[in-house]
């Protein structure tokens, strides 16, 4: 069954530094998504993000967020200077489109450790 | 009142035993209601996905939906110690911008 796929699974950076996390969705999808959980706490969303732009974002994601789709394959959420509060598990989810039977594919996620 | 409400649990119960899960939500808005499975260290596999009210299974599983109240069930027949995982509520308005519960984690003794 296709999956999304998220690299690395663990990634440990310093407070101030840039990190990018990386997925491969679901190949048919055109809906794609990051979402995190803070340990012991909620999914919550960050962005959507159809046809090269972001659809809707959350309070969360502010201008140290970026998402981009480089390629066919990739898409990518930066973190330009990582602060402590960003350490969660990163996931990343596709669809193939939204609403009636288009439901969220999520990866395994990425753990990001900011220290 | 938090949009999305569910008991974190942890409920336990022996093998076979039928589990019920439940979440509660604030905002009528909502019409797409999913539970998702969560093993450790992983992301939220998709178990149910339905659309406004009513019920929907799926081999062990059965989703309900009961708008009226503002209330969702997910029933798990025949439960196997491999169903030990967090189950995660979600659902949304109409895009798929999802709002989650805290999730209630499931043990199934052997």
């Known amino acids: 069954e296709p999956e999304v796929t998220q690299t690395p699974s663990h990634q440990v950076t310093q407070m101030g530094q840039e990190v990018i996390l990386r997925c491969v969705p679901i190949s048919n999808h055109l809906y794609f998504y990051w979402y995190r959980q803070i340990l012991g706490q909620k999914v919550e969303f960050l962005v959507s993000?159809?046809?090269?732009?972001?659809?809707?974002k959350s309070e969360i994601f502010d201008d140290q967020f970026s998402v981009e789709r480089p390629d066919g394959s990739n898409f990518t959420l930066k973190i330009r200077s990582t602060k402590l509060e960003d350490s969660a598990m990163y996931f990343c989810?596709?669809?193939?489109?939204?609403?009636?039977?288009?439901?969220?594919?999520f990866g395994n996620g990425t753990r990001l450790t900011v220290t | 009142q938090k949009e999305v409400e569910q008991d974190p649990g942890p409920l336990s119960v022996p093998e076979g035993a039928i589990v019920s899960l439940n979440c509660t939500y604030s905002n009528s808005a909502f019409q797409y209601f999913m539970w998702y499975r969560q093993y450790s260290r992983k992301g939220p596999e998709l178990l149910m996905y339905t659309y406004s009210s009513g019920n929907k299974e799926d081999g062990r599983f059965t989703a309900q939906v009961d708008k009226s109240s503002k209330y969702i069930s997910l029933f798990i027949r025949d439960s196997q110690p491999s169903d030990s995982a967090t189950y995660l509520c979600?659902?949304?308005?109409?895009?798929?911008?999802?709002?989650f519960g805290a999730g209630t984690i499931l043990r199934v003794k052997s």
């Open positions: 989810a596709s669809s193939q489109g939204v609403g009636r039977n288009s439901p969220l594919h």
């Open positions: 993000f159809y046809n090269n732009e972001i659809s809707e």
């Open positions: 979600a659902m949304s308005v109409g895009g798929n911008k999802l709002v």
